[in-house]
């Protein structure tokens, strides 16, 4: 028998990871593939025929499978082989601090790598934050990249964009250290959430939706992901998305938010000239368990390639373990497979804290 703290642990986990708990959810609510739908649709196709929308809950066009049973987890975590296992001993803990002075002292366009998926954008004067995470979501997962310095000395974001709800880029935490009137960029859904916030200075979009101001446009994009707060509840009350940044400074900032590989990668590429992806990698083994989920180092090369982008940053590593892998792995991993390609050059290798400075 699993003990109390254990089973804690799953309820957590449960929010991640979309084969966990899911049966609890009654069978008209449960997500269900809808590929076969969405053929060979494009992504502009398929988000006019809104074949993305249920009844009461979102669908995800390019899902592989319906999701599994609530013991995938289980399975994972208790009777699964970790050959990572061994590594965890060479994990450290690297607080992090931020050159503000460099940051405020840029007159053009930089992209700071605070931790796990949150990034900084100061494009001009402005400051845009992407799924900011200031503590850990639980105190059962390890933060590894404890914050050095008071969040007071964070500039007040003019944007805060939010890719998905799930707990390690929701962090309602993190978000009632802002002002209340902070604008809010989401895709459809956490009206409650936000409401229960007091900040009710939102966009949301569907995708293809843009915000835009003055020279700015802020476009949510169609991703092959999920998202969910209350296993209870269900999956998919609220909708999830990439962001495409046309800064005001110029250049394209592609932000994958949480995604597995998908046929779309190609089409936004084609679309759109994008100077930087930044991309999601962490959390990606093992395979059976989470390529539905998120990318792996090869799959990530492969989505950089068909994007089309001049230069390639990742995120969502280093900070929490939610894999099977090691925090400090993934950069490894996608050097390996980029130098692989001969795009060595072309990667962005920047640890937490640090800044791209990019016009």
């Given at each position: 028998m699993m003990n109390l703290l254990a089973w804690t642990k799953m309820i957590a986990l449960a929010s991640l990871f979309p084969a966990a708990f899911l049966r609890v959810v009654r069978a008209s609510e449960r997500t269900?593939?809808?590929?076969?739908?969405?053929?060979?649709?494009?992504?502009?196709?398929?988000?006019?025929?809104r074949i993305h929308h249920g009844d009461g809950r979102f669908k995800n066009p390019f899902a592989r499978a319906a999701q599994g049973s609530p013991w995938t987890v289980i399975k994972w975590k208790l009777f699964s082989v970790n050959r990572f296992k061994s590594q965890y001993a060479q994990e450290r803990v690297s607080p992090v601090s931020v050159d503000w002075?460099?940051?405020?002292?840029?007159?053009?366009?930089?992209?700071?790598?605070?931790?796990?998926?949150?990034?900084?954008?100061?494009?001009?004067?402005?400051?845009?934050?992407?799924?900011?995470?200031?503590?850990?979501?639980?105190?059962?997962?390890?933060?590894?990249?404890?914050?050095?310095?008071?969040?007071?000395?964070?500039?007040?974001?003019?944007?805060?964009?939010?890719t998905h709800g799930h707990y390690d880029h929701l962090d309602v935490t993190t978000l009632s250290s802002f002002a209340k009137e902070t604008h809010v960029i989401t895709p459809l859904g956490y009206d409650d959430l936000f409401g229960s916030l007091g900040m009710n200075r939102r966009t949301r979009l569907d995708w293809f939706d843009s915000f835009k101001e003055g020279g700015r446009e802020i476009t949510l994009l169609p991703c092959d992901h999920w998202t969910m707060r209350n296993p209870l509840?269900?999956?998919?009350r609220s909708l999830w998305g990439s962001y495409l940044i046309k800064t005001a400074a110029g250049p394209l900032i592609y932000v994958s938010g949480d995604t597995a590989y998908f046929r779309g990668f190609r089409e936004i590429g084609k679309e759109f000239p994008i100077d930087l992806a930044v991309i999601n990698l962490g959390a990606y083994e093992p395979r059976w368990m989470m390529a539905a989920h998120h990318m792996n180092p090869a799959e990530t090369v492969k989505a950089f390639k068909e994007l089309g982008a001049e230069r390639l940053m990742v995120v969502h590593w280093g900070t929490f373990r939610l894999g099977d892998e090691p925090v400090y792995l993934p950069p490894i991993d996608i050097q390996r497979e980029m130098k692989k390609e001969g795009l060595l050059s072309r990667l962005v290798s920047l640890e937490h804290g640090r800044t791209l400075f990019l016009k």
């Amino acid at each position: 028998m699993m003990n109390l703290l254990a089973w804690t642990k799953m309820i957590a986990l449960a929010s991640l990871f979309p084969a966990a708990f899911l049966r609890v959810v009654r069978a008209s609510e449960r997500t269900e593939s809808v590929g076969a739908e969405a053929g060979g649709l494009s992504l502009r196709e398929i988000v006019r025929r809104r074949i993305h929308h249920g009844d009461g809950r979102f669908k995800n066009p390019f899902a592989r499978a319906a999701q599994g049973s609530p013991w995938t987890v289980i399975k994972w975590k208790l009777f699964s082989v970790n050959r990572f296992k061994s590594q965890y001993a060479q994990e450290r803990v690297s607080p992090v601090s931020v050159d503000w002075e460099a940051i405020e002292g840029d007159r053009g366009l930089s992209v700071t790598f605070l931790k796990h998926a949150g990034i900084l954008i100061k494009d001009l004067d402005d400051h845009i934050l992407v799924d900011p995470i200031f503590w850990s979501f639980s105190r059962f997962i390890k933060d590894f990249t404890p914050l050095a310095f008071d969040v007071k000395k964070l500039p007040a974001p003019q944007h805060v964009l939010v890719t998905h709800g799930h707990y390690d880029h929701l962090d309602v935490t993190t978000l009632s250290s802002f002002a209340k009137e902070t604008h809010v960029i989401t895709p459809l859904g956490y009206d409650d959430l936000f409401g229960s916030l007091g900040m009710n200075r939102r966009t949301r979009l569907d995708w293809f939706d843009s915000f835009k101001e003055g020279g700015r446009e802020i476009t949510l994009l169609p991703c092959d992901h999920w998202t969910m707060r209350n296993p209870l509840e269900g999956p998919n009350r609220s909708l999830w998305g990439s962001y495409l940044i046309k800064t005001a400074a110029g250049p394209l900032i592609y932000v994958s938010g949480d995604t597995a590989y998908f046929r779309g990668f190609r089409e936004i590429g084609k679309e759109f000239p994008i100077d930087l992806a930044v991309i999601n990698l962490g959390a990606y083994e093992p395979r059976w368990m989470m390529a539905a989920h998120h990318m792996n180092p090869a799959e990530t090369v492969k989505a950089f390639k068909e994007l089309g982008a001049e230069r390639l940053m990742v995120v969502h590593w280093g900070t929490f373990r939610l894999g099977d892998e090691p925090v400090y792995l993934p950069p490894i991993d996608i050097q390996r497979e980029m130098k692989k390609e001969g795009l060595l050059s072309r990667l962005v290798s920047l640890e937490h804290g640090r800044t791209l400075f990019l016009k």
